[in-house]
Antibody, heavy 120, light 110 residues
Framework: EVQLVESGGGLVQPGGSLRLSCAASGFTFSSYWMHWVRQAPGKGLVWVSRINSDGSSTSYADSAKGRFTISRDNAKNTLYLQMNSLRAEDTAVYYC?????????????WGQGTMVTVSS | QSVLTQPPSVSAAPGQKVTISCSGSSSNIGNNYVSWYQHLPGTAPKLLIYDNNKRPSGIPDRFSGSKSGTSATLGITGLQTGDEADYYCGTWDSSLSVYVFGTGTKVTVL
């Protein structure tokens, strides 16, 4: 079964750090671009970051630039999101998603999400 | 604030049809492919439509997508109670150099 499972969320104080993980199974992880998408409470989906299949290229939403780092370990079939200098507005459910690999970006497999709460 | 605008909600009786619009601009919908996602809160979002009008395997043909100019539309026919969810359009924005989602539409089955 094709599956993505996020972990690492939790409660963190403003200014703190957190590393999210996304374990992939059921497909050749190293062949796919991967993304992080988040949803703040009561709000819509927002794209956060993406990484190409071998990890050599990344991109970020403005809200994540300079604070978040996306990475991957293809040997471990795992995607990561290192989040530093966290702010209250980073409070959200964070989803990892697989890029379907077609004409343009689209996300065909999603995880269940992991909740990040930034609060003192 | 999203650059893709959707109606906040649509509703219809079981068996009926609903359409959800997604309005953008030439920097996003006008020159890029559109995808549609179904999201029940607390669950993993699901890809319904990609490349404007293609359905992934396993998505019933009750779901359809179309695009004209700077707008896209998701259609759902034969509405079922299980279709109650939030629906989002999404596409690449060439000016912002980011993937953008629509504001989201809640579908209610009356």
């Amino acid at each position: 079964e094709v599956q993505l499972v996020e972990s690492g969320g939790g409660l963190v104080q403003p200014g703190g750090s957190l590393r999210l993980s996304c374990a992939a199974s059921g497909f050749t992880f190293s062949s796919y671009w991967m993304h992080w998408v988040r949803q703040a409470p009561g709000k819509g989906l927002v794209w956060v970051s993406r990484i190409n299949s071998d990890g050599s290229s990344t991109s970020y939403a403005d809200s994540a630039k300079g604070r978040f780092t996306i990475s991957r370990d293809n040997a471990k079939n795992t995607l990561y999101l290192q989040m530093n200098s966290l702010r209250a507005e980073d409070t959200a459910v964070y989803y990892c998603a697989r890029d379907y690999g077609g004409n343009e970006w689209a996300f065909d497999i999603w995880g269940q999400g992991t909740m990040v709460t930034v609060s003192s | 604030q999203s650059v893709l605008t959707q109606p906040p909600s649509v509703s219809a009786a079981p068996g009926q049809k609903v359409t959800i619009s997604c309005s953008g601009s030439s920097s996003n919908i006008g020159n890029n492919y559109v995808s549609w996602y179904q999201h029940l809160p607390g669950t993993a979002p699901k890809l319904l439509i990609y490349d404007n009008n293609k359905r992934p395997s396993g998505i019933p043909d009750r779901f359809s997508g179309s695009k004209s100019g700077t707008s896209a539309t998701l259609g759902i026919t034969g509405l079922q109670t299980g279709d109650e969810a939030d629906y989002y359009c999404g596409t690449w924005d060439s000016s912002l150099s980011v993937y953008v989602f629509g504001t989201g539409t809640k579908v209610t089955v009356l």
